[in-house]
């Protein structure tokens, strides 16, 4: 069965940086674009960034522009996020997902989603 799992959130005061994991196993890895979502409360969901790993496309959300950055590591089937210089706007669940397509295309619906791990940024 696909599976992905979000890990690494935690308390990180402002100005701090986190590193976010996402564990995939089920699927064919490099046929997918992973990408990472958040919802704070309140809120809808936004995508906070993807990459495709059939052509290594990327987009990233414009208020994380700069601070985030993500990668893969496909011998692991793994992804990761990179906050730096995080916000307390940044307090969010996070959640990876993964889908057959290209990050060139946000819209539409995501094939496989894992639970989110809770980062909270403090002042």
């Known amino acids: 069965e696909v599976q992905l799992q979000a890990y690494g959130g935690g308390l990180v005061q402002a100005g701090g940086s986190l590193r976010l994991s996402c564990a995939t196993s089920?699927?064919?890895?490099?046929?997918?674009?992973i990408g990472w979502f958040r919802q704070a409360p309140g809120k809808e969901r936004e995508v906070v960034s993807c990459?495709?790993?059939?052509?290594?496309?990327?987009y990233f959300l414009d208020s994380v522009k700069g601070r985030f950055t993500m990668s893969v590591d496909k011998a692991k089937n793994s992804a990761y996020l990179h906050m730096n210089n995080l916000k307390p706007e940044d307090t969010a669940v996070y959640s990876c997902?993964?889908?057959?397509?290209?990050?060139?295309?946000?819209?539409?619906?995501?094939?496989?989603w894992g639970q989110g791990t809770q980062v909270t940024v403090s002042s």
């Open positions: 990459i495709a790993n059939t052509d290594g496309s990327t």
């Open positions: 997902a993964a889908d057959y397509r290209l990050c060139t295309v946000q819209g539409g619906p995501w094939s496989y």
């Open positions: 089920g699927f064919f890895f490099a046929n997918y674009a």
